[in-house]
């Protein structure tokens, strides 16, 4: 009985005390209380398309990271901009095409997601980037942009 008392003591001693430490760690500790929906408030107009339809930068949330120092801020990625399928076969129109994918860091309060900063996405050389189709033999889709 002496032998198998002391390997399970072993492990119970060892699962005790790594449980205190996950409890101990910050990088495990629970984000504040969140409410289950928030929207964007007061998202920036991008643009008025030529029928009158109001073009908002609300297409955040494409990817999503909790600030790993604060528990109510968010970091949101866009989408690649304000689009709809084209009635042309295998298109894409694109309601703004100069438009720059960011990622905006938000803070909630209440139901609310408050931008606080955008960080504009740029390529190696610094230059903006946008959402429309890689070209020809750089990765294309084949989808036809409309602007």
Known sequence: MRKLSFPFSLATGCTLLGGLLVAACQDHRIPAVLPLFSEAANPAVLATSPNGT?????GF???IAQDPNDPTAFYL???R???AGG???NSIIFGKADFTPQ???FRAIGNQLILERTILLKNSAGQLLTGLPNPV?????????LT
Do not use: E, K
Request: aromatic share 4%.
């Open 54 to 58: 109001v073009i908002y930068n609300g």
């Open 61 to 63: 949330g494409s990817a």
């Open 77 to 79: 990625l866009t989408d």
């Open 81 to 83: 901009g304000p689009n």
């Open 87 to 89: 009635s042309v076969a």
């Open 103 to 105: 990622i905006g860091r």
């Open 137 to 145: 033999g750089q990765g294309n889709t084949g989808r036809l942009p």
